[in-house]
Every structure is written in structure tokens, then in C-alpha cells.
Nanobody, 114 residues
């Protein structure tokens, strides 16, 4: 069993940066995935990273702006978000990839002002 806790969200101006963290307890996830849900929209895939961090995958909307990394010694994955846009405003969730229903947490709110 894995428990995942997201942190690092906040309010930032367009063009700014934030770093989200996903701390895992229990066994180390083989893959981490980040997802987001904006008001009135379906939850969508943002990024994923493999066990050793050698393979990363990004949604086209964030490619080149977001970077996902992991530190297995700390059981943590990080989502560095640069050049943020108002359309990045959403609740961001960490899960496995593909996600499992039982692992969804409360997420962390990211708000980008224009």
C-alpha cells in the first residue's frame, strides 16, 4: 500500500514558477504520475516518471515548461513548473501512473493570476 501527499501549491503570477512535491509512504511507487483538474473540467494527465527517473512523459500543454523528477531516497517526486500560465490553474494530484482510485489524495491548489 502507498500513501501519497501533495504539497507546494500556491498563488503565483503568470510567468512564475512553483515546485510541487509528492511524498510517498509505504512502498516506493514504481511510477509517479501528476494529474490536474481545473474547475468545470475533467481531471487530466500532466506528467509521469519511471522508477529510475530515466523516462518521463508530459502532456503537450506542459511540455518544455514542467519538469518531473524523483528522489527515491526521500520517497518523493517533484514537479517543477516554470513559465506558468493562467490555464495551468487547477488542483494538482499525485498518483501512480496509470492512477489507482484508492490513491487519490486531496491534491494541492495551484492558482496562476494574469
Amino acid at each position: 500500500q502507498v500513501q501519497l501527499v501533495e504539497s507546494g501549491g500556491g498563488l503565483v503570477q503568470a510567468g512564475g514558477s512553483l515546485r510541487l512535491s509528492c511524498a510517498a509512504s509505504g512502498r516506493i511507487p514504481e511510477t509517479y504520475g501528476w494529474f490536474r483538474q481545473a474547475p468545470g473540467k475533467e481531471r487530466e494527465f500532466v506528467a509521469a516518471i519511471s522508477w529510475a527517473g530515466l523516462a518521463t512523459f508530459y502532456a503537450d500543454s506542459v511540455k518544455g515548461r514542467f519538469t518531473l523528477s524523483r528522489d527515491n531516497a526521500k520517497n518523493t517526486a517533484y514537479l517543477q513548473m516554470n513559465s506558468l500560465k493562467p490555464e495551468d490553474t487547477a488542483v494538482y494530484y499525485c498518483n501512480l501512473n496509470p492512477p489507482r482510485d484508492s490513491y487519490w489524495g486531496p491534491g494541492t491548489q495551484v492558482t496562476v493570476s494574469s
